[in-house]
């Protein structure tokens, strides 16, 4: 054998051994967040961004290892749900398509599905996916892929819509209805771009998984929040009292690093603040300039800067809970006022409000719940009113309340009055209220005359996601939309306010 025999036949031998060393570290699990990160960007070519940059954010990196790693931890938790809330270019597809592949490749058996919020959203993320498991491009003189070749680990070619692998494991992509989710026994369920989601099929997805002897069940909830009124916002709400934790990235933590701009000419300046310099990203900083400028201002802090969403269609666009929630209890020098909303199904509504000497309206407690008696919800408010009855100033309520009812033949208005609650009530428009609300949030001249205590949750959700009907919609109209949730509180606010500043005499009347 010639040397120039030799040195090839050497050299094939090389490339083979590390061909075989890099599928068997393709094989082999993460064991650590290190560990995953490093993987991902060896053999998918992600670099996935590791750095909080906002105090109240996490980075992509904090979802993925949460991802990955609840099925191979010791202290086994109850599920392995998660929400995801980021910027739009802000990776959450891609990543999301990253974590079905991990889970498939190491956890055999995993069923996952993929549920977007239409169609081509769905596609999206097998799309990311499939490309995962073609071979990439491989460098000149080498037999090792830069990134994918993941098809190895199918039992046969990928299908448009799902795919399986040889552990078991399988993804699947579901279509946006009811009748596609119901019985769905997974494990894993990657929900992508949740605003958009019918709310009557994501109530149905709610059901479909279930955790095995080693997986745990796990809902993923993925999404921009376009909407202050929407479903993303009702998940992100109702996350502290299901323990559903919240992983929420911006612009800025997948925004690449800033090295050689000055920042007092950069008209990323006022946002950023020089949080770009210490970014590890991806985003071009002259992609985000030009999406800023073609952005109105709402737009660009809703969709990228992962802040309160577009007040567009809000009632109440101007209540801001940093200037109007404040700390306020009971004064006993100013006379105590209760307005409610009534309902069963729909939710019956208290508050206890004061009016300073100021004319600051002071509401400083609620009570709202459902399925309850008239007699149940008397003696609540009753027991919560700190003076007598007979030291309330007054009982504000919906006018509807004096008609009677066909079944008992009575009146809620009469039932309440003969619990020992008086209330008063006259007629008014909705509009009405709401413009004399409006105005105690700003008034012509720039004040505020609302302050509402942190207890009264309810009444600050309702304040922003308070809405008129979708452009279009058959709901449409000059009045906001009645969801049967955040119009309750509006009611019950806006009684005291046509009340209380009557322009006519109030209606008290005995049955």
């Not at 080693?214 to 916002?233: C, D, F, V, W």
């Not at 990228?304 to 404040?326: G, I, T």
Request: charged share 25%; hydrophobic share 35%; glycine share 6%.
């Amino acid at each position: 054998m010639t040397q120039s025999a030799l040195d090839k036949s050497a050299s094939y031998g090389d490339i083979e051994k590390a061909a075989y060393v890099y599928s068997a570290l393709r094989r082999t699990r993460p064991k650590c967040r290190r560990d995953l990160k490093n993987y991902v960007k060896v053999f998918l070519g992600i670099d996935v961004p590791n750095k909080k940059i906002c105090r109240e954010h996490n980075s992509p990196m904090d979802y993925l290892w949460h991802s990955f790693s609840a099925d191979f931890t010791a202290d086994r938790k109850a599920n392995a749900d998660a929400i995801i809330w980021a910027n739009r270019a802000g990776g959450k597809t891609e990543l999301a398509a990253v974590a079905t592949l991990l889970d498939c490749v190491f956890k055999p058996g995993c069923q996952v599905r993929i549920l977007g919020g239409s169609g081509e959203q769905s596609s999206r993320m097998y799309e990311y996916l499939t490309g995962f498991l073609r071979d990439g491009p491989a460098p000149p003189g080498s037999i090792i892929p830069t990134v994918g070749g993941f098809e190895e680990f199918l039992v046969a070619p990928a299908l448009k819509a799902k795919c399986r692998f040889a552990n078991d494991s399988a993804v699947e992509v579901l279509t946006q209805s009811a009748t596609s989710v119901r019985g769905q026994h997974i494990q894993k369920l990657r929900c992508d771009e949740v605003e958009l989601f019918d709310e009557d099929v994501f109530a149905a997805a709610k059901f479909t998984t279930q955790s095995t002897a080693n997986l745990l069940a796990a809902m993923e909830m993925i999404s921009t929040m376009h909407r202050p009124y929407g479903l993303m916002q009702a998940i992100v709400s109702a996350a502290p009292q299901s323990g559903t934790p919240v992983f929420k990235w911006c612009v800025w933590e997948v925004i690449e690093k800033c090295t050689d701009r000055s920042c007092s000419r950069c008209p990323l300046w006022d946002d950023c603040q020089g949080k770009a310099k210490k970014a590890d990203g991806y985003l071009k900083i002259d992609d985000c300039i030009t999406q800023m400028r073609r952005a109105s201002r709402a737009g660009w802090e809703a969709e990228m800067l992962c802040k309160r969403p577009s007040l567009e269609n809000v009632v109440f666009d101007e209540f801001d809970p940093a200037k109007h929630v404040q700390p306020t209890d009971y004064d006993p020098n100013l006379p105590l006022y209760r307005t409610l909303d009534f309902g069963f199904v729909n939710p019956f509504v208290c508050l206890w409000i004061q009016v300073d000497s100021d004319g600051i309206i002071r509401v400083i407690d609620e009570y709202v719940r459902s399925r309850a008696t008239i007699d149940v919800h008397a003696e609540e408010i009753k027991s919560r009113t700190v003076v007598d009855e007979e030291q309330v100033a007054a009982t504000f309520c919906d006018p509807a309340g004096k008609s009677v009812n066909d079944v008992t033949g009575t009146s809620v208005v009469r039932e309440l009055r003969a619990l020992g609650i008086v209330v008063r009530f006259r007629q008014s428009g909705i509009l009405e209220g709401i413009e004399l609300i409006r105005r105690a949030i700003r008034s012509g001249d720039g004040q505020s005359t609302l302050v509402i205590s942190p207890r009264c949750q309810r009444l600050i959700e309702a304040l922003q996601c308070y809405h008129y009907p979708e452009p279009g919609s058959t709901a449409g109209g000059e009045l906001p939309l009645k969801d049967g949730v955040h119009d309750h509180p509006i009611d019950a606010l806006r009684y005291f306010f046509v009340n209380y500043y009557r322009t006519t005499k109030i209606t008290t009347r005995r049955y």
